[in-house]
C-alpha cells in the first residue's frame, strides 16, 4: 500500500474514532495517541469500531486478533486491517 | 502464612536473602521451592492437587498447541470443562450439597490446625485456574507458544507472592521475567520493601480497624438504626478496597525483591467518573480476563450474528452490548460465590454499564444543551460522587450475608434515622484517620503525582521521615490480630 493510501486509511479511521468516541472538548488525538488505555475509547465498546473496520474493508478480522492492545492506536488498528487486506 | 503476620516477614527475609546468595541460573528453582512450602504452610495436602493440576495442564498446553488452529477449538473446550469442573467441585460443592459431610479428622498431619469435616475451597484454586485458562486461550489462539519447562511452568503458577489472591497473571507478562537473569537491582528492591510497607498501612491501620466497625454492624443488622447501616456500608467500601489492594501492594512489593513486576490491580477506583471507569481501575487482572475472554468473544460472535441495523428500534451494537455484558457480569458474580447476594453484585454492574451505554448519546446531548464541559472540576467531582454512590449500593449486597439481609439494610438506610452506633470512640476515630490518610495519598497520586512526594522524594531525609512515620503509625493504630484478607475466601 503506498503512502497516500495509508493516510487516508488512517484519517478514515480517525475520522470514525473522533465521531463516535471523543468529544470536542477533550485534547485532540494523533495516529499514536493510545485509544483504550489511556481511556478515550471504551475497551468495552470496540466490538462497533471491528464492525466498522470489517464492513469498510471488506475483511474478516479474527475475533482472537481484535484484542485492545491491538486496538489501542490508530497506527495499530491500520496495520491490523492491512494484515488481512487482499 | 498470612501476608500480614510476622511469620511471613521472616519467611520473606530468609527466601530473598538466601535467593541471592545463589548462582542466577539456579534461583528459580529455590524460588519454586519456596512457593511450595509457603503453600504447604496453609493446608498441605492441597499441594498434591495443585502440583497435579500443573503437570496435567503442563502437557495439555502442549497438546493443544500442536492442533492446527482452525481445528483446536474443540480441545480447548475440553481443557476449559476440565478445569472448571475442578474450581466449581470445591467452589461450589457445600452449597449444593450442605448436608453431606467428608471426615478427613484421621488425618491430623495434613491438617494440623483444625479438623475439617466439610469441602474447602483449596487456597488461590480460583486464581490458579483463571490464570491457567488464560493461559491455554492464548496458546489456541497462536499468540504465545507454550512453555517446554516444566519448572518454570510451575513456578509461574505457584510463584508465591501471586498464589493466594493473583494477580491473574497473563502468560505474556510473566513467563518470559522467569527466563531472565535478575541480578540484584537496588531500584526495585527498594520500591518494594515501600510498597510492602504502603501494603500493611492499608491492611492493618485501615481495613482490619473498619472491619471491626463494620462486622459489629452488619453481623446484628437487626439491632441497628440505618444511619449506622449507611455509615457501616461506607467503611466496608474502604475496608475491601484497603483489604485487597493492601494484599496487592505486598505481594507486588514482595515480587519486587525478587526482580519481578507483576500486574497492578488497583488505579484508585474510588476516583473513577464512570461505572465503566471504576472496572478500569478495580480487581483489574480479574475484569481484563473477563473483557478479554468472556465479553469480547460472546460481543464478536453476536456482531456475526445480528445482521440487522437494529431490533426493537435500537441498534444492534446497543443489543450486542447488553447480552455481552450481562453475562459477563454474572459470571462475575458467581465468580465470587454461590448465591444470590453475588449474582446481584454482578447484575447490578451489568445494569449500570449497559444503562450508561444505552443513554451515552442522550447523556452527550444533555451536556452540550447545559454548556457543561467533560473537563471542568465540578462536573468530574459530581461524576466521581456519583460513581461511588453506585458503587457504595453494590457492597450492601456483597457483605450482606443474605438476599433478605441486603434488602432489610437497604430499607433501614432509606427509613430508619438516628445516633451513629459506637461502643469505642477510637475505633471510628482510627477508623476515619485510616480513610483520610488513604484517599489523602491517593488524591496526590491521581491529581499531582508529581507534587508533595514523600517516599520518592529526592531528600533522603523526607524519605526516611515518611518511612518512620508510616511504620509507628502501623504501630500505633493498627490491629494486629485482624485475621485473614477478604479475598482469600474467593
Not at chain 1, 15 to 42: H, M, Q
Not at chain 2, 129 to 141: D, G, N, P
Not at chain 2, 333 to 345: K, Q
Request: hydrophobic share 50%; with cysteine; glycine share 6%.
Amino acid at each position: 500500500m503506498d503512502e497516500k493510501n495509508l493516510i487516508e486509511m488512517k484519517d478514515l479511521v480517525l475520522n470514525y474514532i473522533i465521531k463516535e468516541y471523543i468529544d470536542e472538548d477533550e485534547e485532540k488525538i494523533t495516529y499514536d495517541t493510545a485509544l483504550i488505555s489511556s481511556g478515550y475509547v471504551d475497551s468495552f465498546s470496540m466490538v462497533s469500531l471491528l464492525v466498522f473496520l470489517e464492513n469498510k474493508f471488506k475483511i474478516k478480522i479474527p475475533s482472537s486478533k481484535a484484542t485492545p492492545e491491538a486496538f489501542n492506536t490508530v497506527n495499530k488498528i491500520v496495520d491490523l486491517v492491512n494484515q488481512y487486506i487482499k | 502464612m498470612l501476608f500480614n503476620s510476622i511469620i511471613y516477614l521472616l519467611f520473606l527475609l530468609f527466601v530473598v536473602i538466601t535467593y541471592y546468595c545463589f548462582p542466577q541460573r539456579i534461583r528459580w528453582i529455590w524460588l519454586l521451592v519456596a512457593s511450595i512450602g509457603y503453600y504447604i504452610s496453609f493446608i498441605p495436602i492441597f499441594i498434591a492437587l495443585l502440583g497435579c493440576g500443573v503437570v496435567i495442564n503442563f502437557f495439555l498446553a502442549i497438546w493443544l498447541a500442536g492442533i492446527p488452529e482452525k481445528k483446536n477449538s474443540g480441545s480447548l473446550i475440553l481443557i476449559i470443562f476440565l478445569n472448571i469442573i475442578l474450581l466449581a467441585f470445591f467452589k461450589y460443592f457445600n452449597t449444593f450439597f450442605p448436608d453431606f459431610h467428608i471426615h478427613l479428622t484421621g488425618t491430623g498431619h495434613f491438617f494440623p490446625s483444625d479438623p475439617v469435616n466439610k469441602m474447602i475451597l483449596p487456597l488461590g484454586l480460583s486464581y490458579l485456574i483463571f490464570t491457567l485458562l488464560s493461559y491455554h486461550i492464548e496458546v489456541k489462539r497462536k499468540n504465545i507458544q507454550p512453555e517446554t519447562h516444566i519448572g518454570y511452568f510451575s513456578l509461574y503458577l505457584l510463584f508465591f507472592p501471586r498464589i493466594a489472591q493473583g494477580p491473574i497473571e497473563r502468560p505474556q507478562q510473566l513467563i518470559p521475567q522467569l527466563h531472565q537473569i535478575h541480578p540484584f537491582n537496588y531500584n526495585l528492591f527498594s520500591d518494594g520493601l515501600k510498597q510492602i510497607l504502603w501494603g500493611f498501612f492499608k491492611k492493618l491501620v485501615v481495613a482490619d480497624r473498619l472491619a471491626i466497625y463494620v462486622n459489629a454492624i452488619y453481623n446484628n443488622a437487626e439491632e441497628h438504626n440505618g444511619t449506622s447501616l449507611l455509615v457501616a456500608t461506607f467503611f466496608f467500601a474502604f475496608q475491601i478496597y484497603a483489604d485487597f489492594s493492601g494484599y496487592t501492594d505486598i505481594a507486588l512489593g514482595s515480587a519486587k525483591l525478587f526482580g519481578f513486576n507483576l500486574t497492578d490491580n488497583f488505579k484508585r477506583p474510588y476516583f473513577a467518573t464512570s461505572i465503566k471507569d471504576f472496572w478500569d481501575r478495580w480487581h483489574i487482572t480479574l475484569s481484563t480476563w473477563l473483557r478479554d475472554y468472556i465479553f469480547l468473544p460472546i460481543a464478536y460472535y453476536l456482531s456475526n450474528r445480528l445482521k440487522k441495523e437494529s431490533y426493537l428500534f435500537v441498534s444492534s451494537q446497543k443489543w450486542i452490548y447488553l447480552i455481552g455484558i450481562m453475562i459477563t457480569f454474572t459470571i462475575c458474580g458467581i465468580w465470587h460465590g454461590v448465591g444470590w447476594t453475588y449474582l446481584i453484585w454482578g447484575l447490578l454492574f451489568g445494569v449500570y454499564l449497559s444503562y450508561a451505554n444505552w443513554t451515552k448519546d442522550l447523556s452527550k446531548k444533555i451536556r452540550k444543551q447545559l454548556h457543561i464541559k467533560k473537563t471542568s472540576p465540578y462536573y468530574v467531582f459530581y461524576k466521581i460522587l456519583l460513581t461511588f454512590i453506585l458503587v457504595l449500593f453494590t457492597w450492601i449486597f456483597f457483605r450482606a450475608s443474605s438476599l433478605s439481609q441486603a434488602t432489610m439494610i437497604i430499607g433501614k438506610i432509606f427509613t430508619s434515622s438516628g445516633p451513629v452506633f459506637f461502643y469505642s470512640p477510637y475505633d471510628l476515630i482510627y477508623g476515619i484517620f485510616g480513610i483520610i490518610v488513604l484517599m489523602a495519598a491517593e488524591f496526590k497520586r491521581e491529581f499531582i503525582p508529581e507534587h508533595w512526594t514523600i517516599l520518592y522524594n529526592r531528600y533522603p531525609a523526607v524519605r526516611i521521615a515518611g518511612i518512620v512515620l508510616i511504620v509507628i503509625t502501623i504501630l500505633l493504630t493498627g490491629v494486629f490480630d485482624g485475621g485473614q484478607f477478604i479475598y482469600f475466601q474467593f
